[in-house]
């Protein structure tokens, strides 16, 4: 904790003479050596925490409606709810990371709202007080007004928990790689992927083991794992403290945003130069004391680089205003924002499609023949199919696609980051696609009387989602964090999280426009409660529709997209 505060005592400040205590943050974060130690704590941590959450947050629904009598309607409506405030709050956890805390004091302060929320959810279900009794009869009590404040009390505080843990766990586990070390920097390529696989092998046990104990053994003994293993979650983060890399946080980004703004404005009648050089980037002091990474100018926004141009008046005072005159990294990191907005925008869009795998996927496979054998196969666990099916092309990625990639185009990583994005893309339309094939295959036999379709037709969808997730989802991580400032990497990696809360609510809005529009005549509409006098195939060709326009948008974007640059020395 005293590396986040970098006062007198800190061990990362005290081999540095009194008057080096302003050292820039990125200098003290590399002075310690690489040790493999914190990287493998940090993927174990994202491992049991995403078994942690996946445990409350996968079976949620089926509580509320199974052990607090909740309507079909509320409890469906409780948890969006919950799920929208969850992915809210890695944004606000970001800011506070990148501010004030830094991502270690992010996580710490975290932990303790979760393992609290945790334990509350846990006691919720064991105490028969906090719990409405059981069903008699067909005669379900409802829960009180004080049983659902303890639940959503607890739920809320899981949503905090989660929010600083999101946001600032994986951009510090990349921190603990130097860029500016050719090993370091290949394994924290590594890193994301692996990061990604330890997400996924979270939810799969969750959705395997947790689900199955919650529902056959007890509400309480699947709540109390979940706050077991963040317990031994939070006892390994702590304990591998010596070994961290810490980066301090450098200020209030949004007040550097703020400034380049302002003083663009206010020189709004000044020209600005041919000649790149003779914009502002302060002197050596400055750049080691407050820049970590100058960033070299680019052409793109030059309305923007107005902030950069010295006026005369300022050159004969010799010390600036910044809420005047910015340096051209100041000027760059804003364009950087600029830049990845429309890239962010079509990850909502990517996202809302991703999510037909928990709802509608769903609804299809429950409308079909679920056995396979003698076996009953639930459509949800479906899902958790798919995370092994994302493991496989995980492997096969980086074993077969990336060294082919590599030779073909002579680059070391294979395939670029918006490459990889632009395929993860693409795939998500033949994937939505053979689920819109799947279905007017299903209602044509069950309509003509020849019985229904296997489960098992909906593979074909999910293996190509899951590789559309791998392609896409390592690449985002990675894309987030290195094109993000310095000073903005947790909150610009928490642009995935806000991404997918919004494309609940976008999920939510085309669900409500197209039941108003295909019911509007009095029929069933697309979407009725009985799939089979509906059109969910029109839905999924929509949705088709809806993503090849989402990847001919981020193909335009992406093909302009300037990379940022660092400066070297």
């Known amino acids: 904790?005293?590396?986040?505060?970098?006062?007198?005592?800190?061990?990362?400040?005290?081999h540095h003479p009194p008057n080096q205590t302003q050292v820039s943050s990125a200098n003290q974060h590399y002075n310690k050596p690489f040790s493999w130690k914190a990287p493998a704590i940090v993927l174990a941590f994202e491992f049991l925490e995403s078994i942690a959450y996946s445990g409350i947050a996968l079976n949620l629904v089926v509580y509320l409606g199974t052990v607090l009598h909740g309507t079909t309607a509320s409890s469906a409506a409780n948890v969006d709810a919950w799920n929208g405030a969850t992915f809210l709050t890695p944004v606000l956890g970001a800011f506070l990371a990148d501010t004030y805390w830094g991502k270690y004091k992010t996580v710490a302060i975290s932990i303790i709202f979760y393992v609290g929320g945790l334990l509350v959810i846990t006691a919720s279900?064991?105490?028969?007080?906090?719990?409405?009794?059981?069903?008699?009869?067909?005669?379900?009590?409802?829960?009180?007004?004080?049983?659902?404040?303890?639940?959503?009390?607890?739920?809320?505080?899981?949503?905090?928990?989660?929010?600083?843990?999101?946001?600032?766990?994986?951009?510090?586990?990349?921190?603990?790689?130097?860029?500016?070390?050719?090993?370091?920097?290949?394994?924290?390529?590594?890193?994301?992927?692996?990061?990604?696989?330890?997400?996924?092998?979270?939810?799969?046990?969750?959705?395997?083991?947790?689900?199955?104990?919650?529902?056959?053994?007890?509400?309480?003994?699947?709540?109390?794992?979940?706050?077991?293993?963040?317990?031994?979650?939070?006892?390994?983060?702590?304990?591998?403290?010596?070994?961290y890399r810490v980066l301090l946080p450098t200020g209030s980004p949004l007040k550097s945003i703020v400034m380049v703004f302002v003083a663009s404005f206010k020189k709004r009648r000044v020209a600005v130069p041919a000649d790149s050089t003779l914009l502002f980037e302060g002197d050596d002091a400055e750049s080691s004391n407050t820049i970590p990474k100058k960033l070299e100018h680019t052409d793109e926004f030059r309305c923007l680089d107005k902030a950069a141009v010295v006026l005369e008046e300022q050159e004969t005072k010799g010390s600036r205003r910044p809420w005047l005159l910015c340096t051209v990294t100041q000027v760059e990191e804003v364009k950087i924002l600029i830049r990845m907005l429309p890239i962010w925008f079509t990850c909502v869009f990517y996202s809302?499609?991703?999510?037909?795998?928990?709802?509608?996927?769903?609804?299809?496979?429950?409308?079909?023949?679920?056995?396979?054998?003698?076996?009953?196969?639930?459509?949800?666990?479906?899902?958790?199919?798919?995370?092994?099916?994302?493991?496989?092309?995980?492997?096969?990625?980086?074993?077969?696609?990336?060294?082919?990639?590599?030779?073909?185009?002579?680059?070391?990583?294979?395939?670029?980051?918006?490459?990889?994005?632009?395929?993860?893309?693409?795939?998500?339309?033949?994937?939505?696609?053979?689920?819109?094939?799947?279905?007017?295959?299903?209602?044509?036999?069950?309509?003509?009387?020849?019985?229904?379709?296997?489960?098992?037709w909906q593979l074909p969808q999910f293996v190509i989602l899951a590789c559309s997730d791998v392609f896409c989802g390592i690449a985002q991580l990675e894309f987030f964090y290195s094109e993000a400032p310095a000073s903005m990497r947790s909150l610009c990696s928490a642009f995935q999280f806000l991404a997918m809360s919004l494309a609940y609510y976008v999920n939510t809005l085309v669900v409500s426009v197209v039941a108003a529009a295909t019911t509007a005549s009095g029929g069933p509409g697309w979407l009725p409660a009985d799939l089979n006098d509906g059109h969910l195939d029109y839905y999924f060709w929509l949705w088709t529709g809806i993503s090849a326009v989402n990847y001919a948008v981020y193909t335009a974007f992406a093909k302009r997209y300037t990379l940022k640059k660092v400066v070297r020395h």
């Open 125 to 243: 279900a064991v105490i028969p007080s906090l719990r409405p009794a059981s069903c008699e009869g067909g005669s379900c009590p409802p829960a009180t007004g004080f049983q659902y404040f303890v639940l959503f009390a607890s739920l809320y505080l899981i949503s905090i928990g989660t929010g600083g843990v999101k946001s600032a766990l994986l951009p510090f586990g990349a921190d603990q790689y130097d860029d500016s070390n050719l090993e370091e920097s290949k394994n924290k390529q590594l890193f994301f992927s692996w990061f990604f696989i330890a997400v996924n092998l979270g939810v799969f046990i969750s959705g395997t083991v947790l689900v199955w104990i919650q529902q056959n053994v007890a509400w309480s003994l699947g709540f109390g794992i979940s706050l077991i293993c963040l317990l031994i979650a939070t006892v390994a983060f702590f304990v591998g403290t010596p070994a």
């Open 1 to 14: 904790m005293d590396a986040e505060r970098g006062d007198a005592h800190s061990p990362l400040l005290q």
């Open 352 to 456: 809302a499609a991703m999510c037909q795998t928990a709802t509608t996927f769903v609804q299809q496979g429950n409308a079909m023949n679920t056995k396979i054998g003698s076996f009953s196969v639930p459509a949800a666990s479906l899902n958790s199919a798919e995370v092994i099916f994302m493991m496989v092309w995980v492997a096969f990625q980086d074993s077969v696609v990336i060294p082919i990639a590599r030779r073909y185009t002579g680059n070391p990583a294979g395939l670029t980051l918006l490459q990889r994005m632009g395929v993860g893309r693409l795939l998500a339309v033949p994937a939505l696609a053979a689920a819109a094939l799947v279905e007017t295959w299903r209602l044509r036999r069950v309509r003509a009387g020849g019985g229904n379709l296997s489960i098992g």
